[in-house]
C-alpha cells in the first residue's frame, strides 16, 4: 500500500543523546515535510525539501537537522536532544512543492525526552 | 507571515446536531486554505481545501466550508454529525507566492457524544 513510513513509532530518549527519526514514501514525492505537534499549537514545520538534494529551514528548525539523498527518504536528526523536544513527530509528503498540493502524513513518532 | 487562529479549542456536540468549527487567517496575500482531520492514534488527512473558483467547498463525508475573504475565514459546519466524525480539525493556509509552506492553527477537538 503506497504511502509514508515512520520510525520508530514511539521512543524515550535521554537528554544529551543523538536520536534520528525515519521518513519513507514510496509515493515517488518530490517534496518532503517534517513538523512537530504540540498541544494548543497544532503542527509547526522544522524543516523541508523541494527536491532531493535540496532542504530548508522551517518555523522551528533550531536543534534539528535534515538530509535528502534521494527521494523516498527524508530522516529528521537531533544532535543532542533537550526535553523541550519531547512532541509527536509527523513526517509529510506533496507531489511538489506548490502552495496548492495537498500534503499526505505519516503514523508519527511520539518521542519523550527526559 | 500568515497565521491561523481556531478559536475553540474543543467543540462537544450531541450526535446529529450540527457543528460549525471556526477559523481566522490573517495574510498580506492570496492564500489557499485546508481543513486536516486527525483521529486518534493517526496522522493527518485532507479533508477539503479552497483553491480558486466556488467559495464553498464540500467533502465527500458531508463536511463543507465556506471561504470568506473580507472576515478572513474559513469555517468548517457539518449540518448532522455522527460518532465517527469525533477527532481533532486542523485548519492551516498556505501563500500562494511561497511555495507549499503549510502554517497550521491550534486545532480543534471535535467529541461527539451520543
Known amino acids: 500500500i503506497a504511502g509514508i513510513t515512520q520510525a520508530p513509532t514511539s521512543q524515550i530518549l535521554a537528554a544529551g543523546r543523538r536520536m534520528t527519526l525515519r521518513c519513507t514514501q514510496d509515493?515517488?514525492?518530490?517534496?518532503m515535510y517534517w513538523y512537530r505537534q504540540d498541544l494548543g499549537l497544532g503542527l509547526r514545520l522544522i524543516h523541508y525539501s523541494n527536491t532531493a538534494g535540496t532542504t530548508g529551514k522551517g518555523e522551528v528548525p533550531d536543534g534539528y537537522s535534515v538530509s535528502r539523498a534521494n527521494t523516498d527518504d527524508f530522516p529528521l536528526t537531533l544532535a543532542s536532544a533537550v526535553p523541550s523536544q519531547t512532541s509527536v513527530y509527523f513526517c509529510?509528503?506533496?507531489?511538489?512543492?506548490?502552495?496548492?498540493?495537498?500534503?499526505?502524513f505519516g503514523p508519527g513518532t511520539r518521542l519523550t525526552v527526559l | 507571515a500568515q497565521s491561523v487562529t481556531q478559536l475553540d479549542s474543543q467543540v462537544p456536540v450531541f450526535e446529529e446536531a450540527p457543528v460549525e468549527l471556526r477559523c481566522n487567517y490573517s495574510?498580506?496575500?492570496?492564500?489557499?486554505l485546508f481543513w486536516y482531520v486527525q483521529y486518534p492514534n493517526q496522522g493527518l488527512q485532507l479533508l477539503l481545501k479552497y483553491l480558486s473558483g466556488s467559495t464553498l467547498v464540500k467533502s465527500i463525508n458531508g463536511f463543507e466550508a465556506e471561504f470568506n475573504k473580507s472576515q478572513t475565514s474559513f469555517h468548517l459546519r457539518k449540518p448532522s454529525v455522527h460518532i465517527s466524525d469525533t477527532a481533532e480539525y486542523f485548519c492551516a493556509v498556505s501563500e500562494n507566492n511561497a511555495g507549499n509552506m503549510l502554517t497550521f492553527g491550534g486545532g480543534t477537538r471535535l467529541m461527539v457524544k451520543p
Open positions: 495574510s498580506s496575500v492570496s492564500v489557499y
Open positions: 509515493m515517488r514525492h518530490n517534496a
Open positions: 509529510a509528503s506533496a507531489p511538489s512543492g506548490e502552495a496548492y498540493n495537498e500534503q499526505f
